[in-house]
T-cell receptor
Framework: NAGVTQTPKFQVLKTGQSMTLQCAQDMNHNSMYWYRQDPGMGLRLIYYSASEGTTDKGEVPNGYNVSRLNKREFSLRLESAAPSQTSVYFC??????????FGDGTRLSIL | TQLLEQSPQFLSIQEGENLTVYCNSSSVFSSLQWYRQEPGEGPVLLVTVVTGGEVKKLKRLTFQFGDARKDSSLHITAAQPGDTGLYLCAGQTGANNLFFGTGTRLTVIP
């Protein structure tokens, strides 16, 4: 009964380093999303993928890239990490127009 | 950007008290969702309201969608320590456009 699985759960990076956050869902959902959550700002959409093979920018895409590897997996890449990207990152999935199911997040600190 | 403001931002009450959390926007939404988030976990959907004026009840929780579909409220009756958490409203404007509010952090003291 996994739902949405995110790896890693915690990560510390130095400024300028790169890394990829992984997300996989087992609910056969078409749509997948990446959000960041910062104190006092709720969740903000970074990128989403409405279906396999498509990706679109959300509210705060700068500094990030995504890949929809297949229907199950959607990854988020930071090419050159900056301290402003310190946040908790959530992946979610859904069917079109339906409520989203969230993973437990990746806590990322950039020094 | 669709701005959804929640109030209050923080709320600390005694067990057994009632409370209301508000979610307000100047934008119209096709639906409004409420989530609860526990520390170290992702948000979990509580309810979705779709029709203006709609009221939904989930045990001691009552959710209302404003007539103009711009605002919503969450009322908890006889709060319990298990209700402690971060409550998030989220407005949907399209199939993939979900905008989250700033959150209300509720603490229920036994």
């Amino acid at each position: 009964n996994a739902g949405v699985t995110q790896t890693p759960k915690f990560q510390v990076l130095k400024t300028g380093q790169s890394m990829t956050l992984q997300c996989a869902q087992d609910m056969n959902h078409n749509s997948m999303y990446w959000y960041r959550q910062d104190p006092g700002m709720g969740l903000r959409l970074i990128y989403y993928s409405a279906s396999e093979g498509t990706t679109d920018k959300g509210e705060v895409p700068n500094g990030y890239n995504v890949s929809r590897l297949n229907k199950r997996e959607f990854s988020l890449r930071l090419e050159s990490a900056a301290p402003s990207q310190t946040s908790v990152y959530f992946c979610a999935s859904s069917e079109r127009g339906r409520p989203q199911h969230f993973g437990d997040g990746t806590r990322l600190s950039i020094l | 950007t669709q701005l959804l403001e929640q109030s209050p931002q923080f709320l600390s009450i005694q067990e057994g008290e009632n409370l209301t959390v508000y979610c307000n926007s100047s934008s119209v939404f096709s639906s409004l969702q409420w989530y609860r988030q526990e520390p170290g976990e992702g948000p979990v959907l509580l309810v979705t309201v779709v029709t203006g004026g709609e009221v939904k009840k989930l045990k001691r929780l009552t959710f209302q969608f404003g007539d103009a579909r711009k605002d919503s409220s969450l009322h908890i009756t006889a709060a319990q320590p298990g209700d402690t958490g971060l409550y998030l409203c989220a407005g949907q404007t399209g199939a993939n456009n979900l905008f989250f509010g700033t959150g209300t952090r509720l603490t229920v003291i036994p």
